[in-house]
């Protein structure tokens, strides 16, 4: 059975750091683009950074660039999202996803497949 399970959210004032995972079951993450994506209330989902299945190139959002960073554990079948100088507005529902081979852009979620059940990062003082 294919499954994403994040990990690693919570409350964080601003400023702080986060580090969310991605573990996946069932299949291998290092033959897959993994995705990060967001939502906050009322606002649509974000691609916040994504990274590649075939040369682990990575995509960033403007908003976070310079300040998350997406990266690989193959040994442990896990994919993270490092998050560093965290602002009120990063708070969402962040949700990890799983793409065998994406044809398009590769952060658009309609390239991913399997999805995780999202984690709530809150940023607040």
């Known amino acids: 059975q294919v499954q994403l399970v994040e990990s690693g959210g919570g409350l964080v004032q601003p400023g702080g750091s986060l580090r969310l995972s991605c573990a996946a079951s069932?299949?291998?993450?290092?033959?897959?683009?993994i995705g990060w994506f967001r939502q906050a209330p009322g606002k649509e989902r974000l691609g916040v950074s994504c990274?590649?299945?075939?040369?682990?190139?990575?995509y960033y959002a403007d908003s976070v660039k310079g300040r998350f960073t997406v990266s690989r554990d193959n040994a442990r079948n896990t994919v993270y999202l490092q998050m560093n100088s965290l602002k009120p507005e990063d708070t969402a529902v962040y949700s990890c996803?799983?793409?065998?081979?994406?044809?398009?852009?590769?952060?658009?979620?309609?390239?991913?497949?399997?999805w995780g059940q999202g984690t709530q990062v809150t940023v607040s003082s």
């Open positions: 069932g299949f291998t993450l290092d033959s897959y683009a």
């Open positions: 996803a799983a793409a065998q081979k994406v044809q398009g852009r590769l952060c658009s979620s309609y390239e991913y497949v399997y």
């Open positions: 990274i590649s299945d075939s040369d682990d190139s990575t």
